[in-house]
């Protein structure tokens, strides 16, 4: 499956942005959809994942009540909402496809994660 990460820009503390991975390929059900995010001098870190039917959700902390990842298997695309986007937030976002769509114990690890789309830059300016 190809990934292509879209949606990122430059924006102000505070506001929102969507983030849109669409996917191309095998079918898109098969699989468990993560976001992955690297910002400057940093190792990259997981952000939120869904499995195959948006079932199951896993968010970070650091994330978590402000970010809210859905997907839209009739699109083959999978949405990342980010509202109260701190300067924090800034960082290339990546989307990923995990092989097994259930999503694993691991759901963290970028490991777990075959297919990676290139990365869409987000700035958050205070």
């Known amino acids: 499956v190809q990934l292509q990460a879209s949606g990122g820009g430059l924006v102000q503390a505070g506001d929102s942005l969507r983030l849109s991975c669409a996917a191309s390929?095998?079918?898109?059900?098969?699989?468990?959809i993560g976001w992955f995010r690297q910002a400057p001098g940093k190792e990259r870190e997981f952000v939120t994942a869904?499995?195959?039917?948006?079932?199951?959700?896993y968010y970070a902390d650091s994330v978590k009540g402000r970010f809210t990842i859905s997907r839209d298997n009739a699109k083959n695309t999978v949405y990342l909402q980010m509202n109260s986007l701190k300067p924090e937030d800034t960082a290339v976002y990546f989307c990923?496809?995990?092989?097994?769509?259930?999503?694993?114990?691991?759901?963290?690890?970028?490991?777990?994660?075959?297919?990676w789309g290139q990365g869409t830059l987000v700035t958050v300016s205070s």
């Open positions: 990923a496809a995990d092989g097994y769509r259930y999503l694993s114990g691991n759901y963290y690890d970028e490991k777990e994660y075959d297919y």
């Open positions: 869904v499995n195959w039917s948006g079932s199951r959700i």
């Open positions: 390929g095998r079918t898109f059900s098969a699989y468990a």
